[in-house]
């Protein structure tokens, strides 16, 4: 997922907006199952709702493939840390009992399988923020090099019109 801004575009209003729905949406479907959920500490509302979270920012950031704007992209990135907090709550906030443990004890197995597999996602995540970063910044540098070498040879791109050509 992208966590910055590489070509200098800023986020519009509408952006914003957008953002602030997916994320006013996650956090209504994470209040209905806490409600659902109250026994072993919430673990089950968290752990829902971080794995709800991560496939909304899939679901959105491929519908962000199809427009150029910034606002599906930022609502993505939100959407996956927010499913990644969630997860790591799920994890490090939740009693023992949440996982099967009834003792005295600390069971440490699937509280570090589950940190693990958390953490693995992460990374992905910000494999693809560099990856998708990398890939602006090659296609700005490449649109600046078209903008420069249309001054330089008088071609006009497509869709517009030659200054001198308008009636």
């Known amino acids: 997922m992208q966590s910055s801004n590489p070509s200098g575009r800023s986020p519009s209003f509408f952006a914003l907006v957008i953002a602030a729905v997916v994320f006013l949406i996650l956090v209504l479907i994470g209040y209905l199952l806490f409600l659902a959920f109250p026994a072993n500490g919430y673990y089950n509302a968290m752990l829902y709702t971080g794995i709800l979270a991560i496939i909304l920012a899939l679901a959105t950031y491929l519908a962000s493939s199809l427009s150029r704007g910034l ?19 799920a994890d490090l906030a939740t009693p023992n009992s949440a996982f099967g443990d009834n003792a005295s004890g600390y069971d440490f197995a699937p509280r570090v399988f589950l940190l693990i597999i958390i953490l693995v996602i992460a990374i992905v995540g910000l494999a693809g923020s560099w990856w998708q970063s990398s890939a602006r910044k090659v296609e700005d540098k490449r649109e600046s090099e078209r903008e420069q070498w249309r001054r330089s040879t008088g071609v006009v791109a497509p869709g517009e019109t030659r200054p001198g050509n308008q009636r």
């Open 71 to 89: 606002s599906l992209g930022m609502a993505a990135v939100g959407a996956f840390w927010f499913g990644i907090a969630m997860l790591l709550g």
